[in-house]
Antibody
């Protein structure tokens, strides 16, 4: 069973950047579509964007355009989400999730990002 | 973006109850609607895809219906492990994905 393993919790200052990683434990990485979904404390789910390594494409939610960069490193089979110009309302759990047949069928364990001065 | 609206936002029910949660899309999404269950401190789990397709391993007491703009998640007989938050998600309007705001199902 494929698992998505994410990097550990981060504490960042306002205005800084954070980069979170997501590595599948198996399977053909290049065939995956990996999305990032965030969840602020006590709030709902919010799609951030995705990477499609097989075609080298990325898509971002309009809300995050210009502030987020999602990459996929085929050499290390690792996906990354970098969010810049952090604000306090970026404090959230960030999940990576595999997209398969239009569903998020496998999720990472989540990475808590706390933005605080 | 397509807006997804769930109702109710929260719901209290008892073990054995039949429960329905509604999800409405701001425009037709045909059957491109998924349901997820999330328990505290855990990642969401896919329950139903394409409006009514039960995922492998999901108990048959869960069912989904609907098409177009209106969808329903039904739990036929609530079990203790079903108390969680449920989210709908549209996958019609790619590349953007949107979720409903969630329905918290609590024990009465």
């Amino acid at each position: 069973q494929v698992q998505l393993v994410q990097s550990g919790a981060e504490v960042k200052k306002p205005g800084s950047s954070v980069k979170v990683s997501c590595k599948p434990s198996g399977g053909p990485f290049s065939s995956y579509t990996l999305s990032w979904v965030r969840q602020a404390p006590g709030q709902g789910l919010e799609w951030v964007g995705r990477a499609i390594p097989s075609v080298g494409m990325t898509h971002y939610a309009q809300k995050f355009q210009g502030r987020v960069t999602i990459t996929a490193d085929k050499s290390t089979s690792t996906a990354y989400m970098e969010l810049s110009s952090l604000r306090s309302d970026d404090t959230a759990m960030y999940y990576c999730a595999r997209e398969h047949t239009r569903t998020f069928d496998i999720w990472g364990q989540g990475t808590m990002v706390t933005v605080s001065s | 973006d397509i807006q997804m609206t769930q109702s109710p936002s929260s719901l209290s029910a008892s073990v054995g109850d039949r429960v329905t949660i509604t999800c409405r899309a701001s425009q037709s999404i045909y059957i491109y609607l998924n349901w997820y269950q999330q328990k505290p401190g855990k990642a969401p789990k896919i329950l139903i895809s394409a409006a009514s397709t039960l995922q492998s391993g999901v108990p048959s007491r869960f069912s989904g219906s609907g098409s177009g703009t209106d969808f329903i998640l039904t739990i036929s007989s609530l079990q203790p492990e079903d108390f969680a938050t449920y989210y709908c998600q549209q996958s019609y309007s790619t590349p953007s994905i949107t979720f409903g705001q969630g329905t918290r199902l609590e024990i009465k």
